[in-house]
């Protein structure tokens, strides 16, 4: 093709906006793992100070970051990062879920299968630091028994934890995606899930292999000690909702 001018092979640069290189950094670091799912970001002001922008400018870049699914902004200006999960995917999973128990129970087997993956490649990649950080949330989940507290959060936490120690970002991601579908169901049991002491030193025993096992780097007994798991609080899940 004949070209008349330069102007037919060159586009000329925009100048770019600093919402935009402020975006483009958050969005790095989400997708690279380094800023996780839930993590809440630093106040407006410290993080506008850290970025050496305006707060004016930062506000735009985190209306544009929860546009695109990756940071939801809560009263107060308070942000968190989100799974990587886009709208257009998580909204028919939400309808998908709540569609029927049946389905809800699909998408625990996936979960299933996403925690017994992270074991396992925790054993090979977790380090001195994740797995102390595992050990602690072993300790709190005690004291929650102790304290008979219900002690989902901690629980929860602690898979997050074992995902982290993977140090794969899509588990962590979409671990934390099929944990945020299952909040409702959930929530709806937990109460009745376990109802004596012995249920939950069985539950926080068998967190205790996943730990042991991951600290041993025994990708087979990791994957085991998470599989027995689930399939206890599925077996429990189940009898709380009166299924059989």
Known sequence: MKRDSVKDVFVPIKPRKIADEVVEQL???????????????????????????????LRDALNALQGMGLVEIQQGNRSF??????????????????????????????RRYLEVGAAALATKYATEDDISELEKQLVLMQSDIDQGHLGAKAGIRFHILVAEASHNELYLHLINTVYDLLQE??????????????????????HKAVVRAIKNRDASAAADAARTHSEYVEQVWKKALGIT
Do not use: C
């Open 27 to 57: 969005q790095a670091l989400i997708l690279q793992g380094i800023l996780k799912p839930g993590e809440k970001l630093p106040p407006e002001r410290e993080l506008a100070s850290v970025l050496n922008v305006s707060r004016t400018s």
């Open 81 to 110: 990062v989100r799974p990587i999960t886009t709208r257009s995917v998580y909204d028919p999973l939400v309808a998908f879920i709540r569609s029927s128990t049946e389905n809800v129970f699909k998408l625990y087997e996936v």
């Open 185 to 206: 169901p959930f929530h709806k049991a937990w109460g009745q899930m376990f109802k004596d002491k012995q249920e939950w030193e069985k539950d926080i025993e068998q």
